[in-house]
């Protein structure tokens, strides 16, 4: 028997979610590792466990929820993903964009990515938030390989403008209006699940990137390719091997992350109330 085609298996995805709750999202959010928290802070909140979800992959890592969050964030509709899967975990690239494909799909005029990276900029911090305004794709892969399936989108979508401007000048006044410093940079995604080498840091440096992480990139491509603007934030939850004097560890991702929490919060709520405004007809 043939798997039914991507956009049969986003149908059925749709249908179970719509089951659950009927509202239409308008805004689609991906919470990376220990950035969880603003799903648990929607109204009305529907949570659907990825294995719920017909076709959607389910992550292991530790931090990574793994459920499809429904509801409101200051009266605008969300639909909000706690958890992502990531390439390194073996997943094939069409399937670690499957769940970005399906908030398009649900409705959602736009997309919020959001990643914990590691900093390379020499201005950046631990707890430092960046706002990602291109990228570099260092994967090897991606999702829209093989046969363009023409109900998603074109053969060789633009890449000129991956981050919308608009949403970008959207995050810049959320993050004044709270009172929150943000950062703005490129982000270098490579493959994983290693960190890197204090040598492949300096290449990165040298190639123009100002945080490196191991996902994202899949998603943007993912969602300009069905024409979703798309705005995406990291978490400097660490300096980049070499920079850092210490060795990296996850446990210390996790750490950073749940420290800013509660900025992080604040910035993705209002960012979805102004970004909600912003498309507004
Ligand atoms: N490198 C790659 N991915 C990451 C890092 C890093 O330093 N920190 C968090 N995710």
Same mark, same amino acid.
């Given at each position: 028997?043939?798997?039914?085609?991507?956009?049969?298996? +986003?149908?059925?995805? /749709?249908? @179970?979610?719509? $089951?659950?709750?009927?509202?239409? &999202? %308008?805004?689609? #959010? !991906?919470?990376?590792?220990?950035?969880?928290?603003?799903?648990?802070? +929607?109204?009305?909140? /529907?949570? @659907?466990?990825? $294995?719920?979800?017909?076709?959607? &992959? %389910?992550?292991? #890592? !530790?931090?990574?929820?793994?459920?499809?969050?429904?509801?409101?964030?200051?009266?605008?509709? /969300?639909?909000?993903?706690?958890?992502?899967?990531?390439?390194?975990?073996?997943?094939?690239?069409?399937?670690?964009?499957?769940?970005?494909?399906l908030l398009a799909?649900?409705?959602?005029?736009?997309?919020?990515?959001?990643?914990?990276?590691?900093?390379?900029?020499?201005?950046?911090?631990?707890?430092?938030?960046?706002?990602?305004?291109?990228?570099?794709?260092?994967?090897?892969?991606?999702?829209?390989?093989?046969?363009?399936?023409?109900?998603?989108?074109?053969?060789?979508?633009?890449?000129?403008?991956?981050?919308?401007?608009?949403?970008?000048?959207?995050?810049?006044?959320?993050?004044?209006?709270?009172?929150?410093?943000?950062?703005?940079?490129?982000?270098?995604?490579?493959?994983?699940?290693?960190?890197?080498?204090?040598?492949?840091?300096?290449?990165?440096?040298?190639?123009?990137?100002?945080?490196?992480?191991?996902?994202?990139?899949?998603?943007?491509?993912?969602?300009?390719?069905?024409?979703?603007?798309?705005?995406?934030?990291?978490?400097?939850?660490?300096?980049?091997?070499?920079?850092?004097?210490?060795?990296?560890?996850?446990?210390?991702v996790e750490q950073?992350?749940?420290?800013?929490?509660?900025?992080?919060?604040?910035?993705?709520?209002?960012?979805?109330?102004?970004?909600?405004?912003?498309?507004?007809?």
């Open positions: 028997m043939t798997s039914p085609s991507p956009s049969h298996q +986003l149908d059925e995805a /749709v249908a @179970v979610v719509r $089951a659950r709750r009927a509202a239409t &999202p %308008v805004i689609g #959010v !991906v919470l990376g590792s220990g950035l969880g928290a603003f799903g648990d802070t +929607l109204a009305d909140l /529907v949570r @659907v466990p990825y $294995a719920d979800i017909p076709h959607m &992959p %389910v992550s292991r #890592v !530790v931090g990574h929820a793994g459920n499809l969050c429904l509801g409101q964030a200051g009266g605008v509709e /969300v639909a909000c993903m706690q958890g992502r899967v990531h390439l390194y975990e073996g997943h094939e690239p069409e399937r670690v964009v499957f769940g970005v494909r799909r649900l409705g959602c005029k736009a997309v919020l990515l959001t990643n914990a990276a590691g900093g390379i900029h020499p201005g950046f911090s631990p707890g430092d938030l960046m706002l990602i305004v291109d990228h570099i794709n260092l994967t090897g892969r991606n999702p829209l390989l093989g046969a363009n399936d023409d109900a998603l989108g074109p053969r060789f979508p633009d890449m000129t403008e991956a981050y919308d401007r608009r949403l970008r000048e959207v995050a810049r006044h959320a993050a004044r209006a709270e009172g929150l410093t943000l950062l703005e940079g490129v982000y270098l995604a490579n493959l994983g699940p290693t960190y890197e080498t204090p040598a492949e840091v300096r290449m990165a440096r040298a190639l123009g990137a100002d945080a490196v992480g191991m996902s994202t990139v899949p998603e943007v491509i993912a969602l300009r390719h069905m024409r979703v603007p798309v705005a995406a934030i990291s978490c400097i939850t660490n300096l980049a091997a070499g920079i850092s004097p210490t060795p990296l560890d996850h446990g210390e950073v992350a749940n420290r800013t929490r509660q900025d992080f919060v604040r910035l993705v709520s209002r960012w979805v109330s102004l970004a909600a405004k912003e498309l507004a007809p």
